[in-house]
């Protein structure tokens, strides 16, 4: 089955970096979208970053994090990043990862950014 892991999260000062890694398996990587989406509590879950199936192209990103981060995929390995730099406090929350797959959405389980001095 469609099986989505995050890792990479943690404590980082303002102006500080991180990378975010999501690990897929279950289906065929090189073929699907990959997104990644933030929530807040109390707030819904926003996109921040999705990249179409080629490693390097078709990239978009919410305007919050536009300029600072970078989504990036390894087709070979099945893993999607997040490359966030210059974070701020307000980049905090936890951060999924997500693929649609014949209509259905799959999720990982999160991983918490923290950004605060």
């Known amino acids: 089955q469609v099986h989505l892991v995050e890792s990479g999260g943690g404590l980082v000062h303002p102006g500080g970096s991180l990378r975010l890694s999501c690990t897929a398996s279950?289906?065929?990587?090189?073929?699907?979208?990959m997104s990644w989406y933030r929530q807040t509590p109390g707030k819904e879950r926003e996109l921040v970053a999705i990249?179409?199936?080629?490693?390097?192209?078709?990239?978009s990103y919410a305007d919050s994090v536009k300029g600072r981060c970078t989504i990036s995929r390894d087709n070979v390995k099945s893993v999607a990043y997040l490359q966030m730099d210059s974070l701020k406090p307000e980049d905090t929350a936890v951060y999924y990862c997500?693929?649609?797959?014949?209509?259905?959405?799959?999720w990982g389980q999160g991983t918490q950014v923290t950004v605060s001095s």
């Open positions: 279950g289906f065929t990587f090189k073929n699907y979208a």
């Open positions: 997500t693929v649609r797959i014949l209509g259905n959405n799959f």
């Open positions: 990249i179409i199936n080629d490693a390097g192209g078709g990239a």
